[in-house]
């Protein structure tokens, strides 16, 4: 499943393939991604409009655009849920089969594939409003943090899955951000103190910005070659195994820790899979 980094390397590859492109048709094959947004009203807003501007903030996408039906710039808020993939493809390529709304850019076409549809694309985008702080901006700082671990006796390694407390960590960077901090991942919010929970931040933003100078944690399929524009998430059957080689505990089970050679152990927290080494995250 994709988080922040993943999302953000999304977006820096999308947003000058989208900038001045205008919608010319919008075809919705599966409505239930665009909830709360009627299919309707998504083609009436969006057909015509004009890509101006692709951000992200937590895990979305935030696309901008200018459009001759709304009087304000439309925010289109897109999701990628478990398994969805947003890219460009030329007109005449096959359409995927899991395809759940395309855009018709004129040479190309803008499409959002889901096969599970637990992804979003939608006009309404007060999900973002609920979100914490972007962890890699200066909204993020420590003693704030560690105020909002304060009410909190949930495990560190649930907790830090809330977007409310911080936007974008996933279950991969959680556990990788534990373990660079030295923090067990069963340790109650509530009793980090403020210098573990400035370790802890250190830690999150570094993990965070490591991935993304790395390009993707997950591996990235290009399709054919680079020049068709096709990029999506999901494991490529050729791709080299990029968790093995940027990852310390997530997904390593039974290997040595890189600290100090220990197994490392798989724990179930909230019925999703932590990795840890309980000798170096003992506090
Ligand atoms: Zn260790």
Known sequence: MPELPEIEVLVRHLRPLLRGKIIRGVDVRRAKVLSPTAPRKFRRVLTGAKFTGLSRRGKYLRFQLRSKNAASPVILLGHLGMTGRMFLARKNERRPKH????FDLG???FIYEDTRY???LTLDATAIQKLGPEPLSDDFQPAQFHLALRPSRQAIKIKLLDQKLVAGIGNIYASEALFRARLSPKLAANRLTLAQVKRLWRAI????????????????????????????FGRAPAAPDFFEERLRVYDRAGRPCPACRRPIQRLVQAARSTFYCPHCQRA
Do not use: D, Q
Not at 99 to 102: E, F, G, H, T
Not at 211 to 231: M, Y
């Open 99 to 102: 395809a759940a709304v395309i």
């Open 107 to 109: 040479g190309k076409n």
């Open 205 to 232: 933003r570094g993990v965070l910005a490591e991935a993304i100078a790395g390009g993707s944690t997950v591996p990235l399929n290009f399709g054919a070659g680079k020049a068709s524009g096709l990029f999506y």
């Open 118 to 120: 637990f992804g979003r």
